[in-house]
């Protein structure tokens, strides 16, 4: 089993939707998590953290379970500008090893 | 100012040359890393430098050496090249201090450098 997994999509919907995202993660030693967003032909940037009671930024919220292991995003009112892959990131280990989920590809459309 | 910067941007080479990429940070980060993402867009470690030691060597061939001269800097030297290896290489950085404080592990991505093998 991969450390980190998404589906890979791709989302296809509509502007004004609401769509939503999730990554499970194996090792349950994970301390923090991350989603990012990269856009094609571009380096991956950092959306936002993911804390354990979860977060809100704007249309973007993101909640952790470590119950059962997974991190979550959810998009609101999607604009095309939302279109990219986002990637969910877990670190673990005072030398934080990083592990990259494979992303999920969202496609907004008009 | 461009925090992670690498360098080439853009590099298309015979196969059995040997090539570099130079990367710099300046954020004052302790850590640095490679990553190497394939055509199916998976973006794996390959090396992580804790302020100029190495940290995490990922399976990789030994065909690609990392050089860290101080911690500012993590420098890739790939001998032999391969079509295979053929991606986008980045380079990153990050403070160190444990997971603790998300905003220490934050990850910041220079814009990658996308070689070509032929």
């Known amino acids: 089993r991969k450390e980190v997994e998404q589906d890979p999509g791709p989302f296809n919907v509509p502007e004004g939707a609401t769509v939503a995202f999730n990554c499970t993660y194996s090792?349950?030693?994970?301390?923090?998590f991350f989603w990012y967003r990269q856009d094609c032909r571009k380096e991956p940037k950092l959306l936002m953290s993911?804390?354990?009671s979860g977060n809100e930024d704007g249309r973007f919220t993101a909640q952790l379970n470590r119950a059962s292991q997974y991190i979550s995003l959810l998009i609101r009112d999607s604009k095309l500008s939302d279109s990219a892959t986002y990637l969910c990131v877990v670190i673990r280990g005072g030398y934080q090893k990083v592990t990259f989920g494979t992303g999920t590809k969202l496609q907004v459309i008009p | 100012d461009t925090a992670v910067s690498q360098t080439p941007k853009y590099l298309v080479t015979q196969m059995g040359n040997d090539k570099s990429i130079k990367c710099e940070q300046n954020?004052?980060?302790?850590?640095m890393y490679w990553y190497k993402q394939d055509s199916k867009k998976f973006l794996k470690i390959m090396f992580s430098?804790?302020?100029?030691?190495?940290?995490i060597n990922e399976t990789v061939p030994n065909r690609f050496s990392p050089k860290s001269p101080d911690k500012a800097h993590l420098n890739l030297h790939i001998n032999s090249l391969e079509l295979g290896d053929s991606a986008v290489y980045f380079c990153?950085?990050?403070?160190?201090?444990?997971?603790?404080?998300?905003?220490?592990?934050?990850?910041?991505f220079g814009e990658g450098s996308w070689l070509t093998v032929v």
């Open positions: 993911v804390y354990s």
């Open positions: 990153a950085s990050s403070q160190v201090g444990g997971a603790s404080t998300s905003a220490g592990n934050t990850i910041y």
């Open positions: 954020l004052g980060h302790d850590t």
């Open positions: 090792n349950s030693a994970s301390q923090s």
């Open positions: 430098y804790n302020n100029k030691e190495l940290i």
